[in-house]
């Protein structure tokens, strides 16, 4: 069975810490080839512009070449079923990349592809962000350990969840505020605790965005409405609105805190300019990251280890 990555915890914190090794020496040089004659089938359900620019433009720039596939224009649209996309796929390429509306269909993909599948984001998780997320929080702020993360917006969805896990894995606090119906799914919460029990931080759901950035050293938030949730759009504005992310807010948060987002960001909703462009913000250095760090993790899942790379 080929080592696929659906969710964050999908690595071991110790895999997460080689694949940031790796990061680290690719972020070095622009071009090794360490996957020189490999490709990447990057299949997606949804729109994109950093999932797609990164993970071509990481392959070209490991020797490597990406396909672009979506449902609309293959036989999908046609009827041929999932398993069957990934099995053909498999015959041809060497590793699959899938942007999904629902996290079944990524793990459909992977039981029944035989090369690596990676999780581009689904409706559950968006683990190659919050590799890229911690990766960031490593550069700035020199470890995960021991930071507080507190995000604050809505906390029911796949960019939450995936940094819950990662942070909890590398033993850092992550404090979640978010209104009563739009808080983590409880099984991912359930995970996220026995990460912390296991690697010693903690995580904590609540209402109040005041109590989640207190004191926080990385505040971080999401569109309020993501792919696919557009219906009951106005409700979910109303009831988000106390927790904008604004300078009043980030008055609470630690003197050098940064502010993160995974983008696209919809400025005035979730976050304002003044926070998202202001000094503390390092939200372009992250979205320059989902390209170091995918290729470690492409280069990681294809077997290509740090001493071949130097
Ligand atoms: N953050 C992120 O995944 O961006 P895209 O939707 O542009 O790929
Ligand atoms: N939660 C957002 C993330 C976009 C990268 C969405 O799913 O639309």
Redesign the pocket.
């Known amino acids: 069975m080929p080592r696929s990555f659906l969710s964050q915890n999908d690595l071991s914190p110790t895999e997460v810490r080689r694949v940031f090794a790796l990061t680290h020496t690719l972020k070095q040089s622009k071009l090794v080839p360490a996957l020189q004659g490999q490709s990447l089938v990057m299949f997606f359900e949804?729109a994109?512009t950093?999932?797609r620019l990164s993970f071509e433009i990481g392959m070209t720039q490991l020797g490597g070449h990406a396909v672009y596939l979506d449902r609309e224009s293959s036989q999908l649209s046609r009827g041929e079923s999932v398993p069957d996309t990934a099995r053909v796929v498999s015959r041809y390429a060497d590793i699959m990349m899938a942007r999904v509306n629902e996290h079944a269909t990524v793990q459909a993909l992977a039981d029944a592809a035989s090369i690596p599948v990676i999780n581009g984001?689904s409706?559950e998780e968006?683990p190659c962000?919050s590799m890229a997320d911690l990766f960031t929080m490593l550069e700035h702020k020199g470890r995960v350990e021991g930071l507080t993360v507190a995000y604050v917006g809505?906390g029911n969805?796949?960019?939450t969840h995936s940094l819950m896990l990662g942070v909890t894995q590398l033993g850092g606090y992550m404090r979640v505020a978010a209104p009563p119906s739009l808080q983590p799914a409880e099984r991912y919460v359930e995970v996220a605790r026995a990460n912390a029990a296991q690697w010693g931080g903690s995580v904590e759901v609540m209402t109040d965005p005041v109590r989640a950035v207190s004191g926080a050293d990385v505040v971080y938030t999401?569109?309020w409405?993501?792919?696919?949730?557009e219906t009951g759009r106005e409700d979910r504005l109303l009831t988000l609105e106390p927790y904008r992310v604004d300078e009043k807010l980030v008055r609470h948060a630690a003197d050098d805190y940064i502010f993160m987002h995974?983008?696209?960001a919809h400025i005035g909703e979730e976050v304002t300019g003044d926070v998202a462009y202001g000094p503390h913000s390092v939200i372009f250095d992250e979205a320059e990251n989902r390209l170091h760090v995918q290729k470690a993790l492409m280069a990681y899942l294809l077997g290509v280890s740090e001493r071949v790379m130097r």
């Open positions: 949804k994109s950093r999932t984001l409706d968006h962000q809505d969805n796949n960019v999401d569109v409405v993501s792919m696919g949730r995974c983008l696209p």
